[in-house]
């Protein structure tokens, strides 16, 4: 499993409180599309997502979920498996999964790090996204 860990721009306070719509927009895809980028470089069919910037870190779900969508679709060999966070999320995600009808995207309730472990067990070239802070 290669395990692929970034830094989260923490929208709920600081430098990330005053970025504009735009800027947050420009920084959620640019960070869709680097991990996916670093995951089919290393020659990887999956990648596990959990839902990184969402809960305490103040990000939009729709903003995250509608730049997943887009990015997604820039790399149409890797197969996305995203938890969206909160059961509140769901139906959102699915909204937003019927309107932008990504080919390679999947959401799923389950620990994302048990189904890419589990992928890779089955012999399935998986990656991780960990998303992480500062701390």
């Given amino acids: 499993?290669?395990?692929l860990s970034t830094p989260a721009l923490n929208f709920a306070y600081g430098t990330g409180n005053n970025l504009t719509k735009e800027q947050k927009q420009e920084y959620i895809e640019s960070m869709y599309r680097i991990i996916f980028h670093a995951a089919v470089s290393e020659g990887r069919e999956y990648i596990a997502l959990p839902a990184a910037g969402l809960g305490v870190f103040g990000g939009n779900p729709e903003?995250?979920?509608?730049?997943?969508?887009?990015?997604?679709?820039?790399?149409?060999?890797?197969n996305i498996i995203y938890n969206s966070g909160h059961p509140n999320?769901?139906?959102?995600?699915?909204?937003?999964?019927?309107?932008?009808?990504?080919?390679?995207?999947m959401r799923t309730d389950r620990d994302v790090l048990f189904l890419a472990h589990e992928l890779t067990q089955q012999g399935h070239s998986c990656a991780f996204h960990n998303p992480s802070d500062a701390d």
């Fill in 1 to 3: 499993m290669l395990l």
């Fill in 89 to 105: 999320n769901a139906p959102l995600f699915d909204k937003l999964l019927e309107e932008h009808k990504p080919t390679n995207i």
């Fill in 63 to 78: 903003q995250y979920f509608s730049a997943l969508m887009k990015v997604a679709k820039e790399f149409p060999q890797l």
